[in-house]
């Protein structure tokens, strides 16, 4: 028998779960099909949100022959086959091609559909879990529209378990319960993932005696659910999140995004960002977060998991209600834009060991330790690539040099800052 969210699944757009933007009264793909328009189109988005569904829907509200391929299997083979069935009476209206998991087709085997979508013979539909912007062949998007999937809501998905007991009480000539809150808790425990959830609705049945329970479910739930692959996009927006909601100055949201990444497994993905993040965000607006992040990772990975959560989990929260500054960001990105456009060729004469450091001031032989003379290239001598943060630490030195600079050493000392 197939699995319960295949013998559910929607056949018209109105049964749709979620994608109200997409399939809504109002949705991107509805007022397409009711102008009697279909584009090639891809798919991006978690699992269990209703791609292949709404792949199968379009093809019957088009009246298109449809023809399935999942990427990780199929060859070059497999799509002559296909383009061979526009010969045929079946085909003379183009074929609808359902291509799930494109992003596993390499470029010479995307670059096999051009020919067949430029000519009509192929309308592609094809889906992704992953950025179509990183894992599809340029040629592909610029002949497509991208429409992105997203995880359901617990409310979208209770009325489809909903329906999964109906049909498990009809197929098995039983009067099974669950009440709201056990189909609450199992819509949660899908993470967004519809397939997921029926899964577990699915399982649980069998389990259960008379009704279903939250006890039941949990005997058969992961510690940890909801959609994380360590090599793939989620990995990235996960830590992009915990990078943003830390230089927003959200200790919340920070621990909320580090809880979901090490609950993922990746404590090491956690370990490098949280000191890119020291050095990027807070950098010198606190000096000193570099060496306590240093040492937060340095003792999540000699304690390991799960009490490598206490140290990291600090350092977020610290580093998210610290003042912030980008000011050494912004001046190495700066300083390297200049070496790439191949300025500051010729080191000043008195810098170089070659000439004997002739012309060369001892800084601490002056008072304050401080003496005016070029440093930069002749062709870089005015450029400023480092400004003071608006910061309290970064105004007291700015304070201190603008001191030391412009007034104890003489009144031929400018500060170019």
């Not at 991107?28 to 569904?53: D, Q």
């Not at 792949?55 to 990780?72: C, D, K, P, S, V």
Request: proline share 4%.
């Amino acid at each position: 028998m197939s699995p319960l969210a295949d013998r559910i699944r929607p056949e018209k757009l109105e049964d749709m779960a979620g994608q109200r933007h997409l399939f809504g009264e109002n949705g991107a793909i509805r007022k397409m099909l009711n102008r009697g328009f279909i584009g090639n189109m891809i798919f991006y988005g978690p699992p269990g949100t209703g791609k292949t569904s709404a792949a199968n829907i379009i093809a019957g509200e088009t009246e298109r022959m449809i023809r399935r391929l999942n990427a990780t299997t199929a060859s070059l083979s497999d799509i002559k086959e296909i383009v061979s069935d526009t010969d045929s009476v079946f085909g003379r209206d183009g074929i609808l091609l359902y291509l799930d998991e494109i992003q596993y087709f390499n470029k010479k085997q995307q670059q096999s559909l051009l020919e067949f979508l430029e000519d009509g013979r192929i309308t592609l539909i094809a889906s992704t879990t992953e950025n179509p912007y990183m894992y599809v062949y340029n040629a592909i998007l610029s002949r497509s529209m991208v429409f992105e999937f997203k995880a359901l809501s617990s409310e979208d998905i209770i009325p489809l378990l909903e329906k999964g007991m109906k049909v498990l009480n009809s197929e098995n000539g039983a009067e099974k319960t669950a009440d709201i809150e056990t189909l609450k808790f199992i819509a949660d425990s899908g993470a967004g993932d519809v397939r997921r959830a029926l899964n577990i609705l699915e399982n649980s049945y069998y389990m259960s005696d008379d009704a279903i329970t939250k006890d039941e479910i949990s005997k058969i739930m992961p510690k940890v659910v909801g959609n994380f692959d360590a090599s793939g996009t989620v990995h990235y927006d996960l830590l992009s999140a915990l990078q943003k909601s830390v230089r927003g100055s959200d200790p919340d949201a920070a621990v909320f995004y580090l809880a979901k990444i090490l609950e993922g497994g990746d404590l090491i993905g956690a370990c490098r960002r949280l000191q890119v993040m020291a050095a990027e965000d807070v950098g010198l607006a606190y000096p000193q977060i570099i060496p306590i992040v240093r040492a937060c990772v340095e003792s999540a990975k000699e304690l390991g998991m799960p009490e490598a959560r206490l140290p990291l989990a600090d350092a977020a929260i610290l580093m998210a209600t610290m003042p912030k500054s980008n000011s050494g960001h912004n001046a190495i990105n700066e300083a390297i834009e200049a070496v790439a456009a191949g300025k500051g060729q010729n080191l000043p004469a008195h810098l170089r060991p070659v000439n004997n450091f002739s012309g060369y001031k001892y800084p601490h032989d002056y008072p304050g330790h401080y003496v005016k003379q070029q440093y930069l290239p002749d062709d870089l001598k005015e450029a400023v690539f480092y400004k003071y943060g608006e910061n309290k630490a970064e105004q007291t030195a700015k304070k201190y040099w603008d001191n030391i600079k412009c007034g104890s050493v003489g009144e031929d000392v400018k500060e170019k800052h």
